[in-house]
């Protein structure tokens, strides 16, 4: 019997973590409370223009669900230059939406990083697809003002 691993009909294939030697890494929660419409909007708004940031500033992005009770999501970014950390982080600070309290920005134990996933597989079917919406308009202007 082979050592390989199979994958059963009608799965995808697991991705492997590209991303574990990646070493400059912060964390972010955002909450998609299921019975709370108008916050859950708030939030997917956010993570919208936070995707937005990451495709402007060649950032990886994934997530994790924190506490699903909770309907707590951590999203994962990492950075390719110190440059584009600043940038990120200076749309994160510039935008009505995505503006955060610098100790609400956290680092992420390897754990996390290891265990994260492309947001495509951990966020809400619903909520991906508006911040994929939300993401497009933001990234196809590419404004260097985007508020």
């Known amino acids: 019997m082979s050592n390989t691993p199979t994958i059963p009909p009608g799965s ?6 590209y991303w574990s030697n990646e070493d400059d890494w912060i964390v972010l929660i955002e909450f998609l409370h299921r019975d709370d419409e108008e916050d859950r909007a708030r939030a997917t708004e956010a993570i919208g223009h936070m995707l937005a940031f990451a495709q402007m500033t060649d950032t990886r992005m994934l997530a994790l669900v924190g506490d699903a009770e909770a309907d707590a999501y951590e999203l994962l970014f990492s950075f390719s230059s110190p440059a584009n950390k600043t940038e ?8 009505d939406a995505t503006d955060c309290e610098d100790d609400e920005i ?25 911040v ?16």
């Open 88 to 95: 990120f982080l200076r749309l994160l600070h510039s935008n």
């Open 106 to 130: 956290l680092i992420p134990p390897q754990a996390e990083i290891e265990a994260a996933q492309p947001i495509g597989r951990v966020l809400p079917e619903d909520v991906m697809r508006q």
């Open 12 to 17: 995808t294939p697991p991705v492997p973590p």
């Open 132 to 147: 994929t919406v939300i993401a497009t308009m933001l990234f196809g202007g590419e404004s260097d003002t985007i508020q």
